[in-house]
């Protein structure tokens, strides 16, 4: 079956530390690959997507993303958080099949001490 | 341009009864889909249309149903409400419909069953 994990229910780092959310996913083949965040009382809002070529893509709001067909990872990364992005992340995938549905991680709230 | 909208933003309901939600697409959206959010779930998805067809639907009951409009605007209704349908209901759209592209979302309207 179609999943994706997000292994890391919360995390707290300190403002200006590196940053590393874990996305595992599990497909036949290599689906379109999404993050996104949420903030409090807010919808989604897209962060990066890949969907083939240069396994690292870069986002909005200094985030990237490195993609490993190996691992079946798609790993979100940030050099150094500000307490703004203190909010709910979402791994997605969104299968080739026609389906034209995401399939969401449960999340990961990232906390940010200051 | 406006983003998507949803109203409306809070519903209060009892059970038995039904309720009707909104969504408007940014304008040139062809494509409109739903989710449902629930801290015990997380985001699932409910349907998606194009173009006024649906074209794929989730697992839920046949309670939950919707329709899209000729101008893109997309409704869903639940009928006889259950306490376990209480939830966030975003609504995503895009431009062309690919399963490849940037979902766009509303802020959701957060509906409560007593």
């Known amino acids: 079956a179609q999943s994706v994990t997000q292994p890391d229910i919360h995390i707290t780092v300190s403002e200006g530390a590196s940053l590393e959310l874990r996305c595992n996913y599990s497909?036949?083949?290599?689906?379109?690959l999404f993050w996104y965040v949420q903030s409090p009382g807010q919808g989604l809002q897209l962060l990066l997507k890949?969907?083939?070529?240069?396994?690292l893509v870069q986002g909005i709001k200094g985030f990237e993303a490195e993609f490993k067909r190996s691992q079946s990872s798609f790993n979100l990364r940030k050099p150094s958080v500000h307490w703004s992005d203190a909010a709910e992340y979402f791994c997605?995938?969104?299968?080739?099949?026609?389906?034209?549905?995401?399939?969401f991680g449960s999340g990961t709230r990232l906390l940010v001490r200051p | 341009k406006a983003g998507v909208t949803q109203t409306p933003r809070y519903l209060i309901k009892t059970r038995g009864q039904q309720v009707t939600l909104s969504c408007s697409p940014i304008?040139?959206?062809?494509?409109v889909s739903w989710y449902q959010q629930t801290p015990g779930q997380g985001l699932q998805f409910l349907f998606e249309?194009?173009?006024?067809?649906?074209?794929n639907k989730g697992n839920f009951p046949g309670r939950f149903s919707g329709r899209q409009f000729s101008n893109s605007r997309s409704e869903m209704n639940v009928s006889t409400l259950e306490l376990g349908d209480s939830a966030l209901y975003l609504c995503?759209?895009?431009?062309?419909?690919?399963?490849?592209?940037?979902?766009?979302f509303g802020p959701g309207t957060r509906l409560t069953v007593l």
């Open positions: 304008s040139g959206h062809r494509s």
């Open positions: 497909y036949g083949a290599t689906p379109y």
């Open positions: 249309y194009f173009s006024e067809t649906q074209r």
């Open positions: 890949y969907f083939s070529g240069d396994t």
């Open positions: 995503a759209s895009n431009q062309n419909g690919g399963s490849s592209d940037e979902q766009f």
């Open positions: 997605a995938v969104a299968p080739m099949d026609s389906s034209y549905k995401l399939i």
